[in-house]
């Protein structure tokens, strides 16, 4: 636990993993006991948006061919730019992760101390690459095999639609900080290789471990 100041609000736990590794399943079945989530995920993709603060600087770096007829950005063309070239990747970062970081933290900072006995999830997938690990009272790293990500990932872009190839997957990875390194983070570590029932089991350990510090 980073930080006492729990017993006069409420508890922020940062949620993060690979990708495919179940970091919103987790958040789910937290939230199906009482807990608040905050989706960083859901943040981005707000900011890219036609209204978003920051559209004219994301056209001015990656080129208007990234847009919609809408005139949102359009993730999978941003994405085929991204995660195949570290330094794009890198400037997409600088653009969207201060005001990721910001509105989570705002929102998640109102909700505890709103009410002392809440437990707000922040469902971040670069919490730690961002430098944004210090803003919550506890880590949650969820991982999975290399192996597991990529099918997982196979199947879920199929069952979209996108049908991306291994390559593509393989790049998503790869563009990640290695999971060995997220775990040295960690205040708790969820092994989610198993059966959605073993994933039950460290879900329900680690609510009641939740409810004893909330006291």
Known sequence: MRSEKHRERGIIIGITG???????TVSDLLAEKGAIPINADEIG???LRADSPVINVLI?????????????????????IVFKDKAARERLNSILHP?????????????VTEDPNCIVLLD??????????????????VTASSETQLQRTLARSIAQGRS??????????????????KVTYADVVIENEGTLDALHQQVDALWAELQKRCG
């Open 18 to 24: 690979g990708i495919a590794c179940g970091k919103t």
């Open 45 to 47: 993709h707000e900011l």
């Open 60 to 80: 001015n770096a990656f080129g208007k061919e990234i847009l919609e007829d809408t005139g949102d950005v359009s993730r999978k063309k941003l994405g085929a």
């Open 99 to 111: 005001l990721i970081i910001q509105r989570s933290r705002a929102r998640a900072r109102q909700l």
């Open 124 to 141: 971040a997938p670069l919490l730690i690459e961002a430098g944004a690990y210090d803003t919550v009272d506890l880590i949650v790293v």
């Open 164 to 181: 991306l190839t291994e390559s593509d997957v393989q790049a998503r990875i790869d563009a990640q900080m290695p999971l060995t390194e």
